[in-house]
């Protein structure tokens, strides 16, 4: 059974620190994918990461893969409040149009 | 923005009585699913499409069932809405890519 596991569920940290949450998974896939939801609001798609070694950066945020090691990682550089949301992870499985998602990290940023 | 709208957004209804939602898109795409979103549990998928009539259960599919007559529309029917039902409902459609874009969600309260 494929299963996501993302840490930390919750990060509270200060303005112009740098960050990285962490998004596992337990069986092989071959896309991975990052989504963002503010509060009261819906997700928006943020990356998807395709192959081995991908990488994606987006203003602050870059997102990597390693398929080997069954890991995501989201690096937040320098955060800003306007980054305070919950961040998911998803993961495809094996028919490809099902997502397994991750129970979410809410990341606070204090100014 | 995908164009993927829901009704109603927002709907308060009595314990026992039926209720449809309705997704609605314009991307014509092919796969569309139907998740809710509860504190504490994250995304969990109810049920999902794969085509005109083609439609499969999902984890917490109990108590709901699903229909899809046409590729723009997919309908979510709560036959007894219970308290146990009350939550936020989430469509969402992908294409080829799979990648899952997301409609601005509907909040149902049974009380």
């Known amino acids: 059974e494929l299963k996501v596991e993302q840490n930390p569920l919750f990060l509270s940290m200060q303005e112009g620190k740098n960050y990285t949450i962490y998004c596992n998974y337990s069986?092989?896939?071959?896309?991975l994918y990052w989504y963002r939801q503010d509060p009261g609001k819906s997700l928006e798609s943020l990356f998807v990461l395709l192959s081995n070694g991908a990488v994606k950066q987006e203003g602050r945020l870059m997102a990597s893969l390693d398929t080997k090691a069954r890991l995501s990682t989201l690096h937040i550089t320098a955060a800003v409040h306007d980054l305070s949301a919950t961040y998911f992870c998803?993961?495809?499985?094996?028919?490809?149009?099902?997502?397994?998602w991750g129970a979410g990290t809410k990341l606070i940023i204090k100014p | 923005d995908a164009g993927i709208t829901q009704s109603p957004r927002h709907k308060v209804t009595e314990t026992g009585t039926p209720v449809t939602l309705r997704c609605h898109q314009t991307e014509n795409h092919r796969y569309m699913y139907w998740y809710r979103q509860d504190p504490g549990h994250g995304l969990r998928l109810i049920h999902y499409s794969y085509g005109v009539k083609d439609t499969d259960k999902g984890e917490v599919s109990d108590g709901y069932s699903v229909s899809r007559s046409k590729t723009e529309d997919f309908l979510l029917t709560l036959e007894s809405a219970t308290s146990s039902q009350t939550s936020v409902y989430f469509c969402a459609i992908s294409g080829s890519d799979y990648e899952q874009y997301f409609g601005p969600g509907t909040r149902l309260t049974v009380t």
């Open positions: 069986t092989t896939s071959d896309r």
């Open positions: 998803a993961v495809d499985k094996a028919r490809g149009y099902q997502l397994i």
